[in-house]
């Protein structure tokens, strides 16, 4: 699994924020309870200092510690004894001063030794799919949203099946390949004509991998082929793109949108190689999304980038009426 990396800060950001306002938060509490009992503060000294104290006597008188540890222990349960209670007489919960992390596997660290811890993942989990929402539409384009009812149950004998058919075998093995996803996952190529539901199914795919906790970059391939070229000529968003460029090449899933739409230059074909090797070498999964047939791909690119896309990817044919046009219809009708 993949952390990209400004996500992640932001996260452990968030938690210190949040573990510096609970510790905060009670010593004002403290405060105010040692303002209202000073027995209480009386009890919390000599909790603090009693070990100590104990401890360095035994240790100087060349004495076994363990008797004194052990009246120790009792004195100090007599101690929480009566700070509970007098807790409970004022009106107050017997744990009311106690600061107890939110997650007691890492002590809101975020970190179980050198691993993540699963708080880490969720809180990144959720904090990914948010910043994923500002980019699609995720709450609405999930696989529970998706309607088959838009595509034609008439059965093509030169097809071999229904759009219908079809779309459901799609949204299948799209749905398969979210729930499974995994960095051994294979390539998918979305290829067909607009508005035939290749954005939508890479949405929902989107949008369960990131609630999975893997990192996810969806972008168009003209933001993509973009941020390449103001690298090369150091434009001004040059640091902004070589950003944008490292989620690309990095993110445990890569989906290109739109791949065609470009404007076709001997640069975009470079840099489309280029992505397409360094992620293939790396097996980082993709999906791409074109309009374009595979027998356009050697013409509008290289037949090294046809190669690629036609055997590195598991194709999946889009067909059918314009989903858009029939919405438009119905939201008319």
């Known amino acids: 699994m993949h952390f990209d990396r400004e996500i992640l800060s932001a996260v452990l950001r968030d938690m210190d924020a949040e573990k510096s306002a609970r510790t905060e938060r009670f010593a004002s509490r403290r405060a105010d309870i040692y303002q209202k009992i000073p027995r209480i503060c009386e009890i919390d000294r000599a909790l603090s200092n009693t070990a100590a104290a104990v401890l360095h006597a035994a240790l ?114 799209c749905r398969e390949y979210a729930d499974t996803f995994s960095q051994r996952s294979p390539n998918l190529l979305l290829y067909g004509s607009t508005g035939l539901g290749k954005t939508f199914l890479s949405s929902c795919i989107a949008k369960v991998v990131s609630e999975h906790g893997f990192s996810v970059a969806y972008e168009t391939a003209i933001r993509i082929f973009s941020s390449y070229e103001s690298v090369k000529f150091n434009s001004t968003d040059a640091e902004e793109a070589a950003r944008r460029i490292r989620k690309y090449e990095q993110s445990d899933l890569l989906i290109i949108d739109d791949l065609g739409t470009e404007m076709s230059t001997g640069f975009t074909t470079s840099a489309l190689y280029g992505l397409l090797v360094e992620r293939l070498m790396r097996h980082r999964p993709m999906i791409v999304n074109t309009n374009l047939l595979p027998v356009d791909f050697e013409g509008r690119y290289s037949p090294a980038i046809a190669s690629r896309l036609t055997g590195d990817f598991i194709p999946l044919r889009f067909f059918g009426d314009d989903i858009r046009i029939i919405k438009h219809k119905d939201g008319h009708s």
Request: net charge negative; glycine share 4%.
């Open 60 to 173: 100087q008188n060349g004495t076994d510690p363990t008797a004194a540890i052990e009246a120790l222990r009792t004195q100090n349960l007599s101690l929480q004894a009566e700070r509970r209670q007098l807790l409970v007489q004022f009106g107050y919960p017997a744990d009311y001063l106690d600061e107890v992390p939110l997650c007691a596997k890492c002590s809101d660290t975020g970190y179980y030794g050198t691993q993540p811890c699963d708080c880490l993942k969720k809180r990144y989990t959720h904090h990914l799919t948010e910043v994923l929402s500002t980019t699609l539409p995720i709450q609405e384009q999930n696989f529970e949203q998706f309607r088959l009812d838009y595509y034609d149950p008439t059965y093509s004998a030169r097809l071999g099946l229904s759009a219908r058919d079809n779309m459901k075998m799609n949204r299948n093995t």
